[in-house]
């Protein structure tokens, strides 16, 4: 169910619990006061009666008092009294004397019942419907009501009615004493019988039921049917002593509010009560009818109102509830977090979800920018690790190419130079052997700057020279610059621009700059030309890469990630942002712009470092080559290369000039000439197979042989792809690099057996 219809229904629901609560508390009150109404009703005709009983009694006392005033009755009494006798006849003229009086009697009070007895209790007279009953002599005298009256001293009361039964007949009669001078000469009994016609006018007169019963017997009553033995006993029951609640009973399925009257007992002792008995339900029937239809008239009404009430509610609810759902679902098929829900009709508790909708947006949107922003970040950091995983497979790749490269090289130019020394040779041989030299040693020079490229730094910060930095990158494109029939031209600060950074990285800055500006030149223009420019301004070094070409569409975004111009395949977009993080780690700024004259224009500042390199703290001393190569070399040397040739070459240059040499073709053979003797000098190579590198021959030389350790000098092709630089740096030992010129072999040699002399 909708929200709308549950509010009806609960609505309507608790309406109508409503109303029927209002017509049960109604009806309840309605039933106690009612229920009370008729008690004091009760209360009132129990009064009447009792007041009815006194005046009956009055009316008992006058007549007693009259027919005692009658001399005919008086003196046929006392007559009758002086002349009876257990020998004596009955007098009937006597009697019928009396029997005419009590006939006058009877006839003007209406009574059912009036009897005259003598002083003993025996009838005198008998009148009215039921005195036909009786007859003269008949003995009442054991009654307890005449035997009381024709005994008691104390004045008439209560005590002068009771229940008489003759035969099936009860009568209720009061009984006074006829007197005469202060004598009782007999008693006078009036009553009426206790039969339909008794309870129905008692009925008539109080307008409610009237019940007599005596021992739980019914002599009469209005009720409609017989009633049960066992209701009679409610009905007989003593009310709880103490309370003033009225008394209900239920008899024959109706609740009646009951009222007791004394009538007197019977000739048994039994007490007869008579009962008046107002129908709780009958009176309540008009009255909850009544107030069922009025209530269920107002129910309605109330019910269709709160049912309406409730659809104007919903609908003031869900209206904005429903613009709401209907705005959040159109932003989830668009996906545009930033949308904000606007009515100027929304309640409270669509405000309030729109208040932590706007909040929830506002957290997604953070975490959007977090999650997009450590993509970013970790898309550089991705692109960064593949280009370093590029640089060490080639590290790794050129180190193992120029070991195999410089040692056949090492050769060639080693034998040139021994070759060039002759004085046989002619001219043009010379000159051939003189272009041998130098193209070797050009490819040597290729063969450094490979090696020096491929294994840079891992990003430790140092002092470089920037300028180096340019003209190595220079170096790397001048190639393709030359074959595609561009310019790359370098103007270049005369002093040093050391600053403190890692090298690779900014190698890969400039690199990248003019890559990308060699892409956007090599089919645009013709007499294409990058220029780079540095100057030291201030404490910063200024580098500024500018080309000819047709420029950049938006030179604001092109350190955004993925921004590239490039067509698909052949750019990320990641290229100068990875450039603008580098340059702002490093302290500096990079910016971008087309230059006036046209073509595009990157200019980087990076502040200039205090410290100074190591290199300039005191310049290298020359030896002259000749001098260096004419003196004699007295010296035992060991050689130790996995090269034949280079040993072939290294004794033959150490023993032109008067060495004794000793060849070793591995670190294991090395170890056992030293074992056997002890050499001036000990030149390895720093890889060689077998298990025993050059740094492994040095470390068994420090632990077996004391003091041979400033004799070594490493020979190796890469002195950084497997971190001989570090390890000749803190031993502290001369390293020559393949390929190498007899001058520079043989200066190496003398400045060691030099030192190790003089420290001997």
């Given amino acids: 169910m909708s929200v709308g219809a549950k509010l009806m229904l609960f609505s309507t629901l608790l309406t109508v619990v409503a109303v029927s609560l209002a017509f049960f508390v109604l009806s309840i009150s309605l039933k106690r006061h009612t229920k009370n109404r008729l008690a004091e009703t009760l209360a009132r005709h129990g009064q009447t009666l009792t007041a009815l009983q006194q005046q009956g009694l009055d009316e008992l006392l006058r007549i007693s008092t009259l027919m005692t005033d009658s001399p005919t009755l008086r003196a046929s009494m006392e007559t009758f009294a002086a002349e009876s006798g257990p020998t004596r006849g009955v007098r009937e003229d006597l009697l019928a004397t009396i029997q005419n009086e009590a006939d006058k009697v009877a006839r003007g009070l209406g009574r059912d019942l009036l009897l005259v007895t003598d002083r003993t209790g025996r009838v005198l007279a008998a009148a009215g419907p039921s005195g036909r009953a009786h007859v003269v002599g008949e003995d009442l005298g054991t009654r307890p009501i005449v035997r009381q009256v024709l005994e008691q001293d104390d004045p008439l009361g209560s005590r002068n009615f009771a229940v008489l039964a003759f035969g099936e007949e009860y009568v209720r009669v009061g009984c006074a004493p006829i007197v005469f001078r202060g004598f009782i000469i007999g008693t006078l009994i009036l009553g009426d019988r206790i039969d339909h016609g008794f309870v129905a006018r008692l009925q008539q007169s109080f307008d409610c039921d009237v019940t007599v019963l005596a021992d739980g017997r019914v002599l009469s009553s209005t009720l409609p049917g017989a009633v049960p033995a066992a209701e009679l006993g409610a009905l007989t029951a003593t009310p709880p002593a103490g309370t003033d609640a009225p008394w209900v009973v239920r008899l024959g399925g109706d609740d009646y509010v009951t009222a007791t009257l004394e009538l007197g007992a019977d000739g048994d002792g039994h007490e007869v009560k008579l009962y008046l008995l107002n129908s709780l339900t009958r009176n309540l029937g008009d009255s909850n009818r009544f107030l069922f239809w009025i209530v269920l008239a107002c129910g309605s009404l109330a019910v269709l109102s709160a049912g309406l009430a409730g659809w104007l509610v919903a609908r003031s609810v869900l209206r904005p509830l429903e613009s709401f759902v209907s705005f959040m679902r159109s932003v989830a098929e668009s996906g545009d977090h930033a949308r904000r829900f606007a009515s100027q009709e929304s309640c409270v508790e669509v405000a309030t979800l729109n208040e932590a909708y706007n909040h929830l947006m506002e957290s997604l949107l953070a975490h959007e920018r977090r999650l997009m922003q450590n993509a970013r970040e970790e898309l550089d950091r991705l692109e960064r690790l593949k280009?370093?995983?590029?640089?060490?497979?080639?590290?790794?790749?050129?180190?193992?190419?120029?070991?195999?490269?410089?040692?056949?090289?090492?050769?060639?130019?080693?034998?040139?130079?021994?070759?060039?020394?002759?004085?046989?040779?002619?001219?043009?041989?010379?000159?051939?052997?003189?272009?041998?030299?130098?193209?070797?040693?050009?490819?040597?020079?290729?063969?450094?700057?490979?090696?020096?490229?491929?294994?840079?730094?891992?990003?430790?910060?140092?002092?470089?020279?920037?300028?180096?930095?340019?003209?190595?990158?220079?170096?790397?494109?001048?190639?393709?610059?030359?074959?595609?029939?561009?310019?790359?031209?370098?103007?270049?600060?005369?002093?040093?621009?050391?600053?403190?950074?890692?090298?690779?990285?900014?190698?890969?800055?400039?690199?990248?700059?003019?890559?990308?500006?060699?892409?956007?030149?090599?089919?645009?223009?013709?007499?294409?030309?990058?220029?780079?420019?540095?100057?030291?301004?201030?404490?910063?070094?200024?580098?500024?890469?500018?080309?000819?070409?047709?420029?950049?569409?938006?030179?604001?975004?092109?350190?955004?990630?993925?921004?590239?111009?490039?067509?698909?395949?052949?750019?990320?977009?990641?290229?100068?942002?990875?450039?603008?993080?580098?340059?702002?780690?490093?302290?500096?700024?990079?910016?971008?712009?087309?230059?006036?004259?046209?073509?595009?224009?990157f200019t980087i500042e990076l502040p200039i470092s205090p410290v100074r390199d190591a290199h300039d703290a005191k310049p290298a001393v020359s030896v002259p080559k000749t001098a260096a190569a004419a003196a004699p070399l007295d010296a035992s040397v060991l050689v130790v290369d996995d090269e034949p040739s280079l040993v072939d070459l290294q004794r033959d240059i150490l023993e032109a000039l008067g060495a004794v040499v000793v060849g070793a073709a591995s670190g294991s053979e090395a170890i056992e000439h030293l074992r056997r003797q002890t050499f001036d000098l000990i030149v390895t190579d720093m890889r060689m197979p077998g298990g025993v590198s050059g740094q492994d021959l040095f470390r068994w030389a420090e632990s077996n042989v004391p003091g041979s350790t400033r004799r070594f000098v490493f020979v190796t092709g890469d002195n950084a792809g497997d971190g001989s630089r570090s390890f000749v740096d803190s031993v502290g030992a001369r390293c020559v690099m393949k390929p190498f010129s007899m001058e520079e072999y043989v200066r190496t040699m003398r400045e060691t057996i030099g030192e190790v002399r003089h420290a001997s």
Wanted: aromatic letters at 4%.
């Fill in 387 to 601: 280009e370093s995983e590029k640089l060490a497979a080639l590290g790794r790749m050129l180190s193992g190419a120029a070991h195999e490269i410089n040692n056949p090289l090492t050769g060639v130019i080693g034998n040139v130079d021994m070759m060039l020394r002759s004085d046989r040779l002619d001219a043009d041989t010379r000159a051939r052997l003189e272009k041998v030299r130098r193209e070797g040693g050009r490819v040597a020079a290729l063969v450094r700057h490979l090696l020096k490229i491929s294994h840079r730094d891992t990003g430790e910060k140092t002092v470089v020279d920037v300028n180096a930095i340019l003209r190595e990158a220079a170096d790397v494109r001048h190639h393709d610059f030359v074959r595609a029939g561009m310019a790359l031209s370098l103007d270049l600060a005369d002093a040093p621009l050391r600053v403190m950074g890692s090298e690779l990285e900014l190698h890969q800055v400039f690199l990248n700059i003019i890559n990308n500006a060699f892409d956007a030149l090599k089919d645009t223009v013709e007499n294409a030309r990058v220029t780079v420019k540095t100057a030291s301004r201030d404490g910063w070094a200024t580098i500024v890469i500018a080309d000819n070409g047709p420029g950049m569409r938006n030179p604001k975004q092109v350190f955004d990630h993925f921004y590239t111009t490039k067509p698909v395949g052949q750019g990320t977009g990641l290229g100068l942002s990875i450039c603008y993080a580098v340059v702002g780690q490093h302290g500096g700024h990079i910016a971008a712009a087309n230059a006036p004259e046209g073509g595009a224009q």
